[in-house]
T-cell receptor, first 110, second 111 residues
Framework: KNEVEQSPQNLTAQEGEFITINCSYS?????LHWLQQHPGGGIVSLFM???GKKKHGRLIATINIQEKHSSLHITASHPRDSAVYIC????????????FGKGTKLSVKP | DAGVTQSPTHLIKTRGQQVTLRCSPK?????VSWYQQALGQGPQFIFQ???????QRGNFPDRFSGHQFPNYSSELNVNALLLGDSALYLC??????????FGSGTRLTVV
């Protein structure tokens, strides 16, 4: 079993829909990262969380440390949100050794 | 303010050759981490450099080596290339363990 599990693997939505991507992890963490990767391209860091909730524009990320679970929400989705969303965790003293989930491929149709 | 810059963006090499990939960190960052991302997979940690030394290493063979320069930029070297080394190589810079910023990656194809 992977230390970081994401669901769903693939997600298709209509423009305007509310989207949720889930991440569960089995290790003790110092922080959880949500990342966005467009086709063929590099990674953009969206959030780094160690507790609670963060919001940036239409994106909201939450984390429940006790349940070892995080969610990424996208409100009023748009075709430009189409990308792979990756959850990654850093453990105490990890020194760069982020543990990545396999990603969720999101496609938003106009 | 430039983010993380990686070069080259694409590279084709022959099996057995050696390759050097380069990374310039975001301004103000002092730490560089390298990752390998095979097609359809999540990135895998190769190693991290801080203060010009390898601070931690993932499960990669000694064919993978690196260097960090006094200006915090870094190189990843891979010797004796195998077909299985074909991947997207990502560099991320940070201020020690905070504020990871990723580059766009170098797509390496080994033929």
């Amino acid at each position: 079993k992977n230390e970081v599990e994401q669901s769903p693997q693939n997600l298709t939505a209509q423009e305007g829909e509310f989207i949720t991507i889930n991440c569960s992890y089995s290790v003790g963490i110092s922080a959880l990262h949500w990342l966005q990767q467009h086709p063929g391209g590099g990674i953009v860091s969206l959030f780094m969380l160690s507790s609670g909730k963060k919001k940036h524009g239409r994106l909201i990320a939450t984390i429940n440390i006790q349940e070892k679970h995080s969610s990424l929400h996208i409100t009023a989705s748009h075709p430009r949100d189409s990308a792979v969303y990756i959850c990654a965790v850093s453990t105490w003293g990890s020194q760069g050794n982020l543990i990545f989930g396999k990603g969720t491929k999101l496609s938003v149709k106009p | 303010d430039a983010g993380v810059t990686q070069s080259p963006t694409h590279l084709i090499k022959t099996r057995g050759q050696q390759v050097t990939l380069r990374c310039s960190p975001k301004s103000g960052h002092d730490t560089v981490s390298w990752y390998q991302q095979a097609l359809g997979q999540g990135p895998q940690f190769i190693f991290q450099y801080y203060e010009e030394e390898e601070r931690q290493r993932g499960n990669f063979p000694d064919r993978f080596s690196g260097h960090q320069f006094p200006n915090y930029s870094s190189e990843l070297n891979v010797n004796a290339l195998l077909l299985g080394d074909s991947a997207l190589y990502l560099c991320a810079s940070s201020l020690q363990d905070y504020g990871y910023t990723f580059g766009s990656g170098t797509r390496l194809t080994v033929v």
